[in-house]
């Protein structure tokens, strides 16, 4: 899990892995070993990592997917428990879009707005498969 999240990072920046490498003191085989997994990153490198693009390790474990570092407060919105689960997926890939724009990554954002567009166009869809709820005729539909 830690290779394609440290790749989605350095991508996301635009860095290449030479960049990445020089920025964290690593070599250029140490990030691509990292990102395929060939090898798995000391625990310093990994905090090294994580704080460069400043998410948590157990983002980059992929123990959750919230990116949010430790460092830096939480900004949450506390949604009704029967917030609709399909719901929650758009708002976190809104949330992501809106991360990634503030980053100016156009290339990141752009995949981001289509994963949101499908998930509007899934929910549209399953919202038109529902039968219409059954209601008493009105005078005018007698």
């Keep these: 899990m830690i290779g394609e999240r440290l790749s989605d990072l350095r991508k996301d920046r635009g860095l290449t892995q030479k960049e990445l490498a020089d920025a964290l003191h690593l070599t250029k085989d140490n ?3 990292y990102e395929r997994e060939y090898n798995e990153a000391p625990d310093n490198v990994k905090i090294a990592i994580a ?3 400043d998410v948590s390790v157990d983002y980059l474990l992929g123990l959750t997917d919230s990116p949010n570092s430790y460092a830096k407060p939480l900004n949450c919105i506390y949604l009704a428990k029967d917030f609709p689960d399909d719901a929650k997926v758009m708002l976190q890939t809104l949330a992501r879009l809106i991360s990634i724009a503030s980053r100016k990554s156009p ?3 752009a995949k981001e707005l289509d994963r949101l567009e499908q998930l ?3 929910h549209g869809a399953e919202q038109n498969s529902e039968p219409p709820e059954a209601h008493a005729p009105s005078k005018s539909e007698q």
């Design 107 to 109: 290339k990141a954002v």
């Design 120 to 122: 509007v166009l899934e």
């Design 31 to 33: 990030i691509s070993a």
């Design 51 to 53: 704080q460069f693009f």
